[in-house]
Structure formats: structure tokens, C-alpha cells
């Protein structure tokens, strides 16, 4: 069954042979920012498509963003085209879970500051408190068990942690990887047993400020933070409080409160990422949003998108649809 | 059966409490630096034994070094005490392990680099290459597959990756945790297939400059390489090239080349750790040798030695001893 592609960006050409060779013989892609009315395509690749992009073909049935989630802007767009089904690209889960797990463990080991300070030949930081802690046996709570987090929960059981998953509405199924699975609204219940808190889960309604000063007091002492999910979901000063004051042993950040403006993320420009000067704390680790990011999970990205879209010339169903209303 | 034990120090109250709590009501315990002749232990804990705490009492059949490995100091002592056995407490085996998987995956993200960055508030680093590697699928070669070794395996396995273990001597059964082993004898075969090389060897002669730069230039591009063992067992000039130069990837290093003189570290008092600046490097996690450090596994030695000297008060043999000809 024929298909048209249109990728609404010009990929690199690596990137471009990768997705050629697997894609089936009924697949035809163009490329480009650009797209004139009278366009034939039925299958859309961007993430923050622009109104003409949407109009331009009135063959389009389907829209595919290139990663996990939403952007609000999108969102927004979609309500006025409700035939138009939304389907996501997971190709980067696997790295951002890998990430998360880094994350974690550097934190937990306070890598940063013993690394800076042993750059100018320093050996020992003065032993206010434990340096070092310790996960074998410690309990993860991990906030959102999709394709993010299934996966930081292997790693976890490979470090002999023992795991506890959260989702919007726990089925009475422990769903795999995970020694016990509850409800988001029992959060209060098991958030005391979290020596640490991973956080995988898109940006909602739901999501926004769901772990806040009343939350993070519920940790136990020595508790870890985890977000590769979105900064929104915990409260930006609550979360500088606990770790100025030492109630959280340390954390580590992929994902911000402020983002830079325009291209290439300002461009090289320094821009803060909080109004709290984070920066300043020992007990965290500060990573620019690149979780999901990697070389080789670049090219991956048009493994997934040839499957995708294979799925269509073959007259099936594609896969990873995004409900609108939920938002993932 | 009574059992006097004698450790060669002053344990602060908490570990003593711990200890004491733990002990079979046969052992008995006396502490402290000084030790008389005609004293009666039968087991003296200690890593580096003056001789006269050898001599002092005639009754010593066992040292115990609370940690794992021998000083080359004792282990020259020990050659005109034939009669007594020495052990180990392998009590930080787990820590090293997980600080060994946490600076590979650290390394293997360029979190270093990425932190110093963006708390000047700067979002990306100049794209020369790559700047994150997926570990997901890789090969992991584990060399020196004890205590450490194996739970470093499991983590890996966590993580997807695939286990090579290399021992010295290898036995036919695939040891629990590997897919493969190999004898150290057929290193070269298997570097050109290590995506990591972690290296968790005690200091021997053999181990001495066992991975030189012909070693490392076996290894694939873009290689990971840790050393959690001593750092003897990679040759310096080597391993600081290979890093300038991009052959590796990136290392995570907790064990060095020079190290502090005198009692506490120098007493905070800057000392490099090698006559190279490691420290000008990005694609480095620099860690002053606190692999096995942590305030629960300072605790858990005391466990273990309970466990240990318990051991003699059962009229057991002591587990863990230590071959003074192989040296571990």
C-alpha cells in the first residue's frame, strides 16, 4: 500500500541512508521545512508542526512526533484537527532510563564535588556527614511506569534494589520488573519508604507540581531525586530548600524550570535553568536535558521512524498512539 | 571455645557497640595501639602489624586485615611468620561495586564535563564527537572476577550488557553472572571486544602493568576503561595518552599512581595523584580511592569481623583467607 512521508526538516544524510535501507519499497519520504498547498502526504513528521504544515495536504491522516511526549503548543494545534491521529517516537527510552540510572548513582556517590575538588589534588572534602550512599537493598519509587521507567526499574533490580512502580491507576498486576505497583493517589503512602525517587513522567495537568514541599518531607532521611521527566512536576523552591538544608542526601536533574530561547538552545549563550542558584549545591547533579541523547540513539530515532511508518504501507495500525486528552 | 582477639586500634563507640553486640559470648575483645609481651591474643586484627604486635603474644595464630588485600609491607612481615594465617574481611566488596558501576556509567555520559558547563549556565558543549555512549547491548570485560567482580557483573546485566569475565586461570563452568570467562592469558582476544574494560585486580606482580599501551590500543573505539583495583595494574603514561588522544572514550578512576604521604590523607594538604595532569582532562571521573567507602559499610566491617572471629569461637576454620604467594 503506497505511503507518502513528509519529514518537515532536512535530516542529515547518514541519518537519511539509515532510514532509506529500512524502509519498505511503498514508502515514499520527501523533506524540508517548507510545503506548498495541494501537498500529497498522509503521514507528517514534526514535533511542533506549524498550521500550513497541517493544511497544506488534505491526504494527512497521521502525525509523528520524533520522541516521547507532546509540546503544549502541539497540543493545542491538534484540537483543531481531530482526524489527524498523534503517534510518538519511544526510540530514545532505552537512554534516557540508562541516564536516569547514571544520575542516581552519582548522586548517591556525590561524584561531582569529590571529582572537582580532587582536581586541584584535594583527597579528602571535610566530613560534615555521610559522603556515600550506599543503594544495594534501598528501595526505588519510580513516579510513572512507561517505557522510561520499566526499564530504570531493570537496572535498579540489577543493583539489588528492590522496586516499587507508580502509574496514574495500578491494575491489581504487578506489572513486570516491579516487587509492588500503587496508584499516583497512594503517592503519600509510599513516598516514606523512597530512599530514592525516580521520575520518568510527561508534562500534564496531572504531572504539573505533583511532588511538592508536603511530598518531599514525606522522604526518608537520605533520600535521592531522580527527574528525567519534566522540571515541572516538582516545585522548583521546595526543591532547592530540601537540598540546601541537606533534607534530601543529593539529587540529579536532567530536566529545568527555565529553558533557553530560540535555536540551537540560545545559541551557546549562558541562560539559567532556575531562578534558585542551584548551581551553588554540591549534593546535586546538573545535566542540560540530554538524557535521551546520543550518537548512535540519534540514528536509532529513524530505526524507530521506519518502522512506524512500515507499519502503514503494510496496511497496519501504527503503533504508540498519544491520547490527547491524557497528553502521552 | 574461648577466643582472644586483639584489634590494633581504638574503634570509635558505635562500631565497638555494633561489634560487641554481634560477638559470640566466647570472644573476647581488647583494643588499642600498644600491646605488651606475654599478651594472650589468638587473633590480631590489623592491616599493617608492627612486628611486635607479631611477637607480643605467643598465642596468635591468625591476623585478620579488615580489608581486602595485603600491604606489601605485611605481606614482607608476614614471610618470617609462617604459622600464622592471614585473612581478609571482603565487608566493602559491594560498595566498591556499585561505586565501580557508577563511575563507568558517569565516564560513559561525560557527566563531569556536562555539570561544569551548565552550572556557568551554559546548555551545550561544542559538538567535536560523540558525548554520550549507550551502554545498553555493549560488552562489558570484567578483569579480576572475585568478590567485586562479580557483583559488578550483575549490575551489567541490569543494564543489558553482555559479561565477559577474565580470572586468572580460568576453569571450564562460566562462573555465575558472566556469559563468557577467559584465562588472563588470552587478554589480547578478548580487549578488541571490550566496549568497557573494568578492572577490579589486587596488587601482585602480576598484575603490575598488565594493561600497557599495547593493551589499550587492542581495545575498540570509543572504549570505556575503570579501575576500581590499584592503579599499578595500568601503566600511566599509557592510559594519560589514550585519554588526550580519544583513543578511550572515557575513564573512571578511583585508584592512583602517587599518593598522600603521612596519616590522614597529608591532612587535606594538596597531592597529585600522578605525574600527569589527568586533571586538564574531560573524559575523566577523577575519585580519590573511596570506591569502598561509605558510614553503613564502615559499619558492615564491623559485621563481618564479628562473623569472622565468631567463626573461631564455633571451633570453625576462618573463612577468607588470604595466599601469601599469589597475594590475595
Known amino acids: 500500500m503506497k505511503v507518502a512521508v513528509h519529514i518537515l526538516w532536512t535530516p542529515d544524510e547518514k541519518s537519511m541512508e539509515r532510514l532509506t535501507s529500512l524502509l519498505h519499497p511503498d514508502v515514499e519520504v520527501t523533506t524540508g521545512e517548507n510545503v506548498e498547498p495541494g501537498a500529497e502526504y498522509e503521514i507528517l513528521v514534526s514535533g511542533r508542526p506549524k498550521r500550513e504544515a497541517m493544511t497544506a495536504s488534505s491526504k494527512l491522516h497521521s502525525l509523528v512526533i520524533p520522541f516521547t511526549g507532546i509540546p503544549q503548543i502541539t497540543r493545542e494545534l491538534m484540537k483543531d484537527f481531530p482526524n489527524v491521529a498523534v503517534h510518538n517516537l519511544h526510540y ?10 547514571t544520575l542516581m548513582l552519582a548522586a548517591s556517590k556525590l561524584l561531582i564535588p569529590f571529582d572537582r575538588a580532587f582536581r586541584q589534588h584535594i583527597w579528602a572534602l571535610p566530613r560534615q556527614s555521610n559522603q556515600s550512599t550506599f543503594l544495594e537493598g534501598k528501595t526505588v519509587v519510580i513516579l510513572g511506569y512507561g517505557e522510561i521507567g520499566r526499564r530504570v526499574a ?9 522496586v516499587i512502580a507508580v502509574r496514574r491507576s495500578a491494575s491489581e498486576k504487578v506489572p513486570e520488573g516491579a516487587d509492588e505497583v500503587h496508584p499516583v493517589g497512594a503517592l503519600e503512602k509510599v513516598l516514606p519508604r523512597a530512599n530514592v525517587l525516580q521520575i520518568a513522567l510527561p508534562q500534564t495537568k496531572e504531572t504539573e507540581n505533583l511532588i511538592g514541599s508536603r511530598e518531599l518531607d ?13 522540571g515541572t512536576t516538582v516545585e522548583e523552591e521546595p526543591l532547592y530548600n530540601a537540598l540546601k538544608e541537606r533534607r534530601l542526601f543529593a539529587a540529579g536533574l536532567d530536566v529545568w524550570y527555565e529553558y533557553p530561547k530560540g535555536p540551537n538552545r540560545g545559541a551557546g549563550k549562558p541562560s539559567p ?3 534558585f542558584p542551584f ?13 535521551g541523547w546520543s550518537e548512535e540513539t ?19 495500525p501504527l503503533p504508540s498512539r498519544v491520547d490527547l486528552v491524557l497528553g502521552y
Open 92 to 101: 530514545n527510552a532505552a537512554t534516557t532510563a540508562e541516564y536516569a540510572v
Open 154 to 162: 531493570r537496572a535498579c533490580r540489577g543493583l539489588g534494589m528492590k
Open 218 to 230: 514525606l522522604l526518608p532521611e537520605g533520600a535521592i531525586l531522580v527527574n528525567v521527566g519534566r
Open 273 to 275: 535553568p532556575s531562578k
Open 279 to 291: 548551581h551553588e549545591l554540591d549534593n546535586i547533579v546538573m545535566s542540560p536535558h540530554r538524557a
Open 298 to 316: 540519534e540514528l536509532r530515532r529513524f530505526d524507530y521512524l521506519a518502522e512506524l511508518v512500515n507499519h502503514a504501507a503494510r496496511g497496519e
